[in-house]
């Protein structure tokens, strides 16, 4: 195809399945990042890094990988949460990521959606890009949202305001530490080159009849690393790493229920792997954060066990459930009319966040030493979240715990035994595991599983406990597997590198709140040879350009000569930079601009129409000069009357 660039979008012939999809510009894939980041603040961020997942899988004859197509049965179906009533979970499917498909498609066909983001001269469909280019992409922005939403939590807990950006449901265990912090040494590599499927429905392109390879979620550890290195060619280490995007979101759409991480669905970290190898953690069960621990305030121990609800045909699936040893929550203002508000809170000692439970074969309160002689009773007892249990599959439990799985029923570990017959009984309810010497339910005891792949290389166990001491390690391990498995069913010269685009980025997270007009650019110095000039407008009464930081825009006010009110040429030619913040003039998502000359009767010296070289429309300030009309910038098609005008001048003595 013949390309040439306009306004920094590549105009090509449009996409043809089974070809490969266009490079991308510097332009584009910072437009279409604003547009992702929009979709992630709508709670999508989960979905998005799951698609491409799903996507790279091969299909059962061994071809495909990421092609830009789903198999659609079972999409868009409502799972019935019935006893014994659902088919077996022996393979995961596509069943979820029906509405973030459609939305990726608008994306991908349109040119102004989200509407309040940048407006595209062209689709990306327009431009030749290809559909599996674009989900792969949207994956890797939901990565970046995710865990710069964890870093925000980090620094901002619980904000509230109406201009915050942290969503809710992003609690974090250590803020403000140094180990909260996910800070990967590189970012994830975009690369173009994919071809889309040429099997499609041609009313849907993105659904295919073709079945895919969908692994098991019910199955043992080694069954598992077995399937992701048949599938995508990863060793234990990878497999383990690329489990860890189960941080992020929620069980959806499935037999499956609750979360991995209780009240942080929208932030990606290692707490998952905490999580999986039993750490003491805070106990989390509101979205204000509130962390509460044992009685002595220290973080709680945990506690796994198997659980099944029964709701498919064989009394599955199974899954693992995390209790807490905590107290009740103070915070909790129906908890005060109960034991623990009329006991466990007020005859708690000072420095106790409770009443400590007696130790065994003692009717006095525990020392910080001792241990709770009854943790099913009591002030202190193992609780879990709920509505938001903290969960675990089998596959990812397997690569901590050795047990095997025959028929959907974890055995192996003392106090499985009794799950086959719990799973076949017919009128008995939920199956759970039991503790060493019976009791109830509780913690089978299992040993840790020592499976290395390649054979000699490090126990998966120890990898993932490796992950939840290190966050670094894993985002890093995670950046390069991520990768590797976007290029599933490519060879190395198919696919390109993208531009890079994260040197002087500027992608503030949006707010949540409200649909503002947010953008992603990268930031230019100001040329060293470039005066700080005024930028002015006739229309205006020769007020000048500035930035208003009391209402955080760009507007127009009388001379000073501040440096709000001064602007420099960057290196580029195509920004103009604010000395005060060293930020450039954006407008509905454009940073770069073309300066178009403009002479005549009438006109200035020295005056510029200022064309969005993305968009191709120009800087209008029109309804700045209506009464109650928006005090804002906004872009529209060029025309050059006087409220797209703006003239240059030195600053003023």
């Known amino acids: 195809?013949?390309?040439?660039?306009?306004?920094?979008?590549?105009?090509?012939?449009?996409?043809?399945?089974?070809?490969?999809?266009?490079?991308?510009?510097?332009?584009?894939?910072?437009?279409?990042?604003?547009?992702?980041?929009?979709?992630?603040?709508?709670?999508?961020?989960?979905?998005?890094?799951?698609?491409?997942?799903?996507?790279?899988?091969?299909?059962?004859?061994?071809?495909?990988?990421?092609?830009?197509?789903?198999?659609?049965?079972?999409?868009?179906?409502?799972?019935?949460?019935?006893?014994?009533?659902?088919?077996?979970?022996?393979?995961?499917?596509?069943?979820?990521?029906?509405?973030?498909?459609?939305?990726?498609?608008?994306?991908?066909?349109?040119?102004?959606?989200?509407?309040?983001?940048?407006?595209?001269?062209?689709?990306?469909?327009?431009?030749?890009?290809?559909?599996?280019?674009?989900?792969?992409?949207?994956?890797?922005?939901?990565?970046?949202?995710?865990?710069?939403?964890?870093?925000?939590?980090?620094?901002?807990?619980?904000?509230?305001?109406?201009?915050?950006?942290?969503?809710?449901?992003?609690?974090?265990?250590?803020?403000?530490?140094?180990?909260?912090?996910?800070?990967?040494?590189?970012?994830?590599?975009?690369?173009?080159?994919?071809?889309?499927?040429?099997?499609?429905?041609?009313?849907?392109?993105?659904?295919?009849?073709?079945?895919?390879?969908?692994?098991?979620?019910?199955?043992?550890?080694?069954?598992?690393?077995?399937?992701?290195?048949?599938?995508?060619?990863?060793?234990?280490?990878?497999?383990?790493?690329?489990?860890?995007?189960?941080?992020?979101?929620?069980?959806?759409?499935?037999?499956?229920?609750?979360?991995?991480?209780?009240?942080?669905?929208?932030?990606?970290?290692?707490?998952?792997?905490?999580?999986?190898?039993?750490?003491?953690?805070?106990?989390?069960?509101?979205?204000?954060?509130?962390?509460?621990?044992?009685?002595?305030?220290?973080?709680?121990?945990?506690?796994?066990?198997?659980?099944?609800?029964?709701?498919?045909?064989?009394?599955?699936?199974?899954?693992?459930?995390?209790?807490?040893?905590?107290?009740?929550?103070?915070?909790?203002?129906?908890?005060?009319?109960?034991?623990?508000?009329?006991?466990?809170?007020?005859?708690?000692?000072?420095?106790?966040?409770?009443?400590?439970?007696?130790?065994?074969?003692?009717?006095?309160?525990?020392?910080?030493?001792?241990?709770?002689?009854?943790?099913?009773?009591g002030c202190e007892r193992f609780r879990g979240v709920s509505g938001q249990d903290e969960m675990a599959l089998n596959v990812e439990m397997g690569l901590y715990l050795d047990f095997t799985v025959v028929d959907g029923a974890p055995q192996g570990c003392i106090g499985m035994e009794t799950i086959p017959e719990q799973m076949a009984d017919d009128k008995a309810g939920a199956v759970r595991s039991k503790p060493p010497g019976g009791g109830g339910f509780g913690p089978p005891k299992c040993e840790k599983q020592m499976l290395a792949e390649p054979a000699g290389d490090t126990p998966t166990y120890l990898i993932m406990e490796e992950y939840a001491h290190n966050q670094t390690k894993w985002i890093d391990d995670f950046t390069v597997t991520f990768e590797k498995m976007m290029r599933n069913g490519y060879a190395d010269a198919d696919l390109t590198d993208g531009p890079d685009i994260h040197t002087n980025l500027i992608c503030p997270l949006p707010i949540v709140k409200f649909k503002t007009p947010e953008h992603c650019y990268q930031l230019q110095a100001p040329a060293q040879d470039s005066p700080a000039v005024l930028i002015a407008s006739k229309k205006m009464g020769d007020k000048v350009l500035q930035y208003d930081a009391d209402n955080d825009i760009f507007d127009f006010g009388e001379v000073t000569n501040e440096p709000n009110q001064l602007w420099k040429m960057s290196v580029a030619g195509n920004q103009i930079i604010n000395s005060q913040t060293g930020a450039a003039f954006v407008v509905d998502g454009e940073a770069n601009f073309e300066f178009e000359p403009l002479e005549g009767e009438g006109v200035a010296d020295h005056t510029y129409v200022l064309v969005g070289k993305m968009s191709g429309l120009a800087v209008d300030y029109y309804e700045m000069t209506k009464k109650n009309g928006k005090k804002s910038f906004s872009l529209t098609a060029k025309n050059s009357a006087s409220y797209q005008q703006f003239y240059v001048m030195m600053p003023q003595l």
Request: glycine share 8%.
């Open 1 to 377: 195809a013949v390309a040439l660039l306009q306004g920094g979008f590549t105009l090509a012939d449009p996409y043809v399945p089974g070809t490969p999809g266009a490079p991308w510009t510097q332009e584009e894939l910072l437009a279409v990042k604003s547009k992702i980041f929009k979709l992630c603040r709508e709670k999508k961020a989960a979905k998005l890094l799951r698609l491409p997942f799903h996507d790279c899988m091969r299909y059962t004859d061994g071809t495909g990988g990421c092609d830009g197509c789903l198999n659609w049965e079972g999409v868009d179906v409502k799972v019935k949460k019935k006893f014994l009533s659902n088919p077996n979970a022996d393979s995961t499917d596509n069943n979820g990521l029906g509405p973030i498909v459609r939305d990726l498609e608008k994306v991908y066909t349109e040119t102004d959606w989200p509407s309040d983001t940048i407006k595209l001269n062209q689709s990306l469909k327009a431009a030749g890009k290809s559909r599996a280019d674009l989900w792969s992409y949207a994956g890797i922005v939901a990565v970046e949202y995710s865990t710069q939403q964890n870093n925000l939590a980090c620094t901002v807990k619980n904000d509230k305001s109406k201009s915050s950006r942290l969503m809710i449901q992003s609690c974090v265990q250590e803020p403000e530490s140094e180990e909260c912090y996910v800070n990967p040494t590189r970012p994830i590599q975009f690369q173009s080159g994919r071809a889309d499927c040429t099997e499609f429905n041609p009313e849907f392109p993105y659904q295919t009849t073709r079945k895919e390879n969908q692994p098991s979620p019910v199955t043992d550890g080694p069954t598992t690393v077995q399937w992701f290195k048949e599938e995508f060619g990863f060793t234990g280490r990878e497999t383990a790493a690329i489990f860890g995007a189960h941080s992020l979101g929620r069980f959806q759409h499935s037999v499956f229920s609750y979360v991995w991480t209780s009240r942080a669905v929208n932030i990606m970290n290692n707490d998952y792997y905490k999580n999986i190898v039993g750490l003491d953690k805070w106990w989390v069960n509101d979205d204000k954060c509130h962390m509460v621990g044992d009685a002595y305030g220290n973080k709680p121990k945990v506690r796994w066990y198997n659980f099944s609800h029964k709701l498919t045909k064989r009394g599955g699936p199974m899954m693992w459930a995390k209790q807490n040893h905590v107290c009740a929550p103070k915070h909790d203002e129906n908890l005060w009319r109960s034991e623990d508000g009329k006991v466990c809170f007020p005859e708690a000692g000072p420095g106790q966040y409770c009443k400590p439970d007696p130790p065994t074969g003692q009717s006095r309160p525990r020392t910080i030493t001792e241990e709770d002689g009854d943790i099913k009773r």
